[in-house]
């Protein structure tokens, strides 16, 4: 029996064909080998479009899985973060407890920067008046303008028609 089988491999090695070998124990010299030219060429191998199909929309579902899980972590941390928060305001709160003899104190500062506010918005409206009777003053002149301007015109149009005769 020779070393080499009938498809070109050698009973010892890997069964692919890479050339003509000696091996120990065969007399040492070089045989003939017959190739099976069919084991040649490259395996056609089709996978079925049903199944690609099936692998896509299950890639596409992981992905879109992901994204879910991925926007869910970020909330949880987003209300993690919320949480802290609310704990550290309610601690300063808690630590902040006042008594009623402070509210008072706290109301009276309070109404005193609101009449502050109230009466930096009296001088705010007493300038916005003065600015309103400017305006007012500015669109009368330019009305009273306008209206000699029209009667002008007027005036020349008619000696216009006038002289023409």
């Given amino acids: 029996a020779s070393a080499f089988s009938a498809y070109g491999g050698s009973r010892y090695g890997a069964g692919l064909y890479r050339g003509p070998t000696v091996v120990p124990g065969t007399g040492g010299g070089i045989t003939a080998v017959s190739v099976n030219q069919n084991l040649l060429t490259p395996l056609n191998l089709e996978i079925d479009p049903s199944i690609q199909r ?29 949480n802290k928060m609310l704990e550290t305001k309610w601690s300063l709160l808690q630590s902040q407890k006042t008594t009623r003899s402070n509210m008072s104190g706290l109301f009276e500062a309070y109404i005193s920067s609101l009449r502050r506010q109230l009466e930096g918005l009296g ?6 008046e003065a600015e309103l009777g400017n305006m007012q003053g500015l669109v009368e ?12 015109r007027t005036e020349k ?9």
Avoid: C, G, M, P
Avoid at 57 to 80: M, P
Avoid at 123 to 128: D, G, I, S, W
Avoid at 141 to 152: L, R, V
Avoid at 157 to 165: A, G, R
């Fill in 54 to 82: 099936v692998r896509k929309e299950e890639k596409e579902q992981i992905k879109t899985l992901n994204n879910k899980f991925a926007s869910f972590i970020d909330k949880v941390r987003f209300l993690e973060q919320q």
């Fill in 123 to 128: 001088q705010e409206r007493l300038r916005l």
């Fill in 141 to 152: 002149e330019f009305k009273n303008k306008y209206e000699e301007e029209i009667n002008n």
């Fill in 157 to 165: 149009e008619n000696e216009f028609v006038l002289l023409k005769k």
